[in-house]
């Protein structure tokens, strides 16, 4: 079964409902999850949040965070997932910014660095990563960690 098959069920078994806010995968997460059938009975939205203003725009990053941290940082992602779940009123949220390069990158900041967070009533969570390979592998190693975080949350809070 496909990740995004499990957390359909898993949210369908809970009675949650989902939503995505997404910069370096721009989409590929809401993709993958409306690629299931009948997806819309948990899955509202998603925002493809790529530029700065956008992410100040859709889903409420403080320009603040921005300028302070970044668009790609633990404290934007968090931020992204709160907005995300708040603008879309949905149960739980899952945010990714990042570099996918294969420029962009700095020594503090290399191609391929991702943060993954989630927004949740009971939790946040917030996972880095840095991948190694070329744009679209990191965008599809994004897009899964994404999914991973949402079905290890979802596990945990039905077990």
């Given at each position: 079964?496909?990740?995004?098959?499990?957390?359909?069920?898993?949210?369908?078994?809970?009675?949650?409902?989902?939503?995505?806010a997404e910069s370096c995968t721009g989409g590929l997460v809401a993709h993958r999850l409306t690629n299931i059938s009948g997806s819309s009975a948990y899955f509202l939205g998603g925002f493809v949040t790529y530029s700065n203003e956008a992410k100040e725009r859709f889903v409420g990053v403080r320009h603040e965070t921005l300028l302070a941290h970044g668009a790609v940082s633990e404290e934007t992602a968090r931020e992204m997932a709160r907005g995300a779940r708040q603008q879309m009123g949905v149960d739980v949220a899952v945010a990714i910014t990042g570099i996918a390069g294969p420029t962009g990158g700095t020594p503090e900041k290399p191609v391929?660095?991702?943060?993954v967070a989630l927004s949740?009533?009971?939790t946040e969570l917030c996972r880095r990563f840095v991948w190694s390979g070329?744009?679209?592998?990191?965008?599809?190693?994004s897009a899964e960690a994404a999914l991973q975080l949402v079905?290890?949350?979802l596990q945990k809070r039905g077990a």
């Open positions: 079964m496909d990740l995004e098959e499990k957390i359909g069920q898993q949210l369908l078994a809970q009675g949650l409902t989902l939503a995505t391929g660095l991702v943060y949740a009533v009971d070329d744009r679209v592998s990191n965008k599809i190693e079905s290890d949350y």
